[in-house]
């Protein structure tokens, strides 16, 4: 039940232990007390400079697709942990297999976001605005969770976005993180 | 001498053996000879489509500093051979050790090289300007030779330039080769 309760929140050994007492026991309500904390934890943390890290690659077999990734944390320490090494690798993997554009929806150009905003209203005339707006949200959430890293799905486990990995990997290593950028190469592209 | 010429040159075994007979065995001729001969060869040969090739990568110990490489050649053919690998890797190594900002001449922007030329004659006032060309143009090949890969000495080998060693492969394999792209990333620069 901790193990569990560690994976779903990324916390500690002690904090689950006590999160699951003061539940009693009861899965739901421990996540509920951790996230409590956890929250604060990460909000704390995510203020702190990450200027350490680790570049990784990643070739696919045949040599036609390549990834470049870098990846911060705040000390060298942690940069050298089989943790975080085995995180930059599946982010390297997840680069190749789903090819996405950016890191986060920060860096999606304004004019990319505009022509999406069109494609999703088009066929939308008539309807009441408040409707409209609701949909193209969601199409454009859509369209987050295909070109940005941190929203897509994980490809080992897709029902978790990235960004939820990142942070549960956060409260894992006591440290932020951040991805910062990363290349990729499909042969003639 | 059949060998030191093949390396020199970067021609087949056979035509470094008629050049050799045909200079009655005197090096430099021999070269004078091949470069004749192998000069309408590459020129024949970089005229030709290469949308194969292999996409290459390098971390360096301790993943603070990684490179992405993309290199082209004309078949999956020539790619897959170790020689080819070979001068992939040997690029990687080139590009992490010597860090240079672009792969050719062409792509410096306009307003570097300009920059360059004004620092270049800085101190030159009064000269002929017949000798402050000359100046100049002496710097800028210098500069060359430091931001890109194509003008860079080998690392492994640095009397030779990189554009030097690729017109060798190209001899050696016979296939058009060119170096498409890369990206160095250096932790938090």
């Given amino acids: 039940m901790v193990a569990e309760l560690r994976e779903k929140t990324g916390a500690g050994l002690l904090d689950c232990k006590k999160a699951l007492d003061e539940a009693q026991g009861n899965q739901e309500q421990a996540q509920t007390i951790l996230r409590k904390k956890l929250g604060g934890k990460i909000d ?46 599946d982010l390297c993997l997840q680069i190749a297999a789903a090819n996405p554009s950016y890191v986060r929806r920060e860096e999606v150009p304004e004019a990319e976001l505009a022509k999406e905003r069109d494609i999703a209203s088009a066929s939308l005339a008539g309807k009441p605005a408040a409707a409209v707006q609701k949909i193209v949200e969601g199409k454009l959430e859509k369209y987050y969770s295909q070109v940005c890293l941190l929203d897509q799905p994980f490809v080992k486990n897709p029902d978790k976005m990235i960004k939820e990995i990142l942070t549960e990997k956060v409260g894992i290593l006591g440290e932020n993180m951040g991805i910062r950028r990363f290349t990729r190469y499909q042969l003639g592209a």
Same sequence: chains 1, 2.
């Avoid at 470049?68 to 940069?79: R, S």
């Fill in 44 to 89: 704390k943390l995510s203020s702190r400079a990450t200027k350490e890290g680790l570049i990784e690659s990643y070739i696919h077999v045949g040599g036609k697709v390549g990834v470049l990734l870098e990846v911060n944390c705040e000390t060298d320490f942690v940069a050298k942990t089989d943790d975080f090494k085995s995180f930059c690798r």
